[in-house]
């Protein structure tokens, strides 16, 4: 797969899950969801914070002959972050525009630096385009946790 297809996959995942979250309730997205668990809202404030981890990985692991990476503490920035005090259409709008930003970095990606091996903090070794699908996945498996059950509320 080209970094243009994979950019191309992020903005229709996107563009298709948008309206849903849009069409949530403040009341929704703030709803507990079991003891330990995330607010919705809180949810997709760690879509942004590792949009924001992955978009140095995206445009700073093509440059090098191999990439090693950290990792980082999800729920240190989502307390710093403070989803659960900020609006929904904020964050919704800052999940979108972020994305599509991050889209650009993807297509920018010359084809022969999509196999460049890079590491994440002490984990296996992975191609730079396995880490571009495997945020999208990444992305689709939390949007799938913000939606579910919602209709009940």
């Known amino acids: 797969m080209t970094g ?3 950019a191309d996959e992020l903005r229709t ?3 298709t899950y948008l309206p849903r979250l849009q069409a949530l309730s403040d009341a929704q997205v703030m709803a507990s969801r ?3 668990k995330w607010l919705r809202v809180e ?3 760690h879509l942004i914070d590792s949009a924001v981890n992955n978009q140095q990985r995206f445009v ?3 440059q090098r002959a191999s990439f090693e990476g950290p990792t ?3 729920e240190h920035w989502v307390r710093v972050h403070a989803y659960r005090t900020r609006s929904w259409s904020e964050i919704v709008e800052l999940w979108t525009v972020f994305n599509l930003h991050l889209a650009h970095a993807m297509a920018a990606v010359p084809d ?3 196999s460049m091996p890079c590491t994440i903090g002490n984990n296996s070794a992975e191609t730079l385009e396995w880490l571009m699908q495997d945020y999208i996945r990444h992305m689709r498996h939390h949007l799938a946790q913000i939606l579910e059950d ?3 509320q």
Do not use: F, K, N
């Open 43 to 45: 949810i997709l404030g």
């Open 150 to 152: 919602t209709s009940q």
């Open 112 to 114: 022969d630096r999509l």
């Open 60 to 62: 700073l692991a093509p």
């Open 34 to 36: 079991g003891p330990g």
């Open 4 to 6: 243009a297809a994979i």
């Open 72 to 74: 980082y503490d999800q």
């Open 13 to 15: 995942t996107v563009a």
